[in-house]
């Protein structure tokens, strides 16, 4: 059945890729573009459809490239342009789509707007950020940054007055009410969508539309975000989606849009002049239960489903420790998420390495990297070999390995059938030929409490996924008869479906 008439990022699986973890290949210690070309061939292994990069801009790294100093340039940590143009026609030539980092709430204090900002009241740029006259020992409001902790205004001698910034004070928040803002801003779109790049992440959108009175926060400081939450945020979102819809080829953006209610988040897709996805970070933060997770399919799918906007899916990100890492460290369950992840309706971004079921590095203090603190984990290299340098240059580098690297690395588990990178390639195989784990409808059955069970319809094509979430083996799972094992997260052996399942397993039902 075809599913050609959709666009690609409703079917699509997207992998995300941390450009500073990825892989070295200059010697210094921080992966870069060409180390992700280089590994183009593992994720067309796999059998991913695109890949998002965080930041790769001119950055003072302040925040590890979220402070971005030049929008139309490539950092010379991780390449040039021309090694990012390489990257987007060799993904392209394997039908992998490219999708970039674009981070417009915030830019870097280097940058020379927010320099020509900052050298006089009168300056031209002036009100391109976020300035406020006043008392130096006072901040305008109470809003609080996100790092370090404390107020969200940084005072400046040079011209007397505070500077808003949402996060660390070397990023400074754009002002978006101030038209020329705007205008640049789509043009560094145009820039990469002129070099044929698929879409954007955008970072932090809800955190565009500023009120103009600042009203300090009334609950005080904490999540979540209400005060931007506003209709002006929409109004820059349909300028945003404009820009995009005059390009060819279902350019996609997908927002970081933080607040954690699903209902909240399915309004940034607008009436579909909106951002075309959006994360809904609610599952991420969920524990490992059946219960739980029941509870977040209804609440994402009752939020979404009626404004017929597409969820997406994540379990791990450069931002939160790894999810095997978060549901008590055991393979088995980072197996069992894998099938999850991969079969539930909505558009599912991998991590990159979870596919090789990594655990978060252990980050002794004095290599910490991380404005925020708790972020280093998630972000260690990846291994790609068994040599002490792992496919990296040198053995050392800017974080130390994740553990059993010797093992959970691309060509040990590529060469084993076994492997959970080898159940990934399977379940994302899985998911190609069938057009229900794709785009079809979904259904909660009501089975045995510890499992999570749901069934995907499309046309004639259907699946049932059956997860269990527990330490328990469970018997007599109830989901009906003519039900055959298509992918089992446990084994590659071909065992007959008798309605139960080992603890922490996962299985993809295809009809017998
Ligand atoms: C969200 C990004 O995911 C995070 O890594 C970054 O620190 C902040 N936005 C600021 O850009």
Known sequence: MDTNSEPWWKTAVVYQIYPRSFCDTTGNGVGDIDGITAHLDHLGWLGVD????????????????????????????????????????????????????????????????????????????????????????????????????GPAWKWDDQTQAWYLHMFAPEQPDLNWAEPAVREAMYDTL???????????????????????????????????????????????????RAVLDRYEGDRMAVGEVYLLDPARVADYYGSDDELHLSFNFMPLWSEWDATVWREQIRLAADAFEPVDAWTTWVLSNHDVPRHRSRYGGNEQTARAAAVLLLCLRGTPFMYAGEEFGLLDADVPPE????????????????????????????????????????????????????????????????????????????????????????HRVHGTDQRIIVVNMSDEDVDSIAVGSGWQTEVRSDTTDAIAWTQSLPSQTAIILKPA
């Open 190 to 240: 145009r820039f990469w969508l002129d070099r044929g790049v698929d879409g954007f992440r955008m970072d932090v959108v809800h955190l565009l539309g500023k009120p103009d009175a600042l009203p300090d926060r009334a609950k005080g400081p904490g999540r979540p975000l209400t005060e931007f939450d506003n209709q002006v945020t929409h109004e820059y979102l349909r300028e945003i």
């Open 50 to 149: 695109a890949i998002w990069l965080s930041p790769v801009f001119r950055s003072p790294m302040v925040d590890h490239g979220y402070d971005i100093s030049d929008y139309c340039d490539i950092d010379p940590l991780f390449g040039d342009l021309v090694a990012i143009d390489t990257l987007i026609d060799e993904s392209h030539a394997r039908d992998i789509r490219v999708i970039l980092d674009w981070v417009p709430n915030h830019s870097s204090d280097q940058h020379p707007w927010f320099l020509e900002s900052r050298s006089d009241r009168t300056n031209p740029k002036r009100n391109w950020y976020i300035w406020r006259a006043g008392d130096p020992s006072t901040p305008p409001n109470n809003w609080q940054a996100e790092f370090p902790p």
């Open 367 to 454: 290599m910490a990297q991380d404005p925020a603190g708790y972020r280093d984990g998630c972000r260690a290299p990846l291994p790609w070999d068994g040599s002490s340098n792992h496919g990296w240059v040198k053995p050392d580098n800017w974080l130390p390995f994740p553990p059993e690297a010797d093992t959970r690395n691309a060509s040990a588990q590529m060469a084993d059938s076994g492997s959970i990178a080898a159940l990934y390639k399977a379940v994302l195989a899985a998911r190609r030929r069938s057009p229900a784990l794709q785009i079809g409808t979904q259904r909660i059955l009501e089975t045995h409490q510890l499992v999570l069970a749901f």
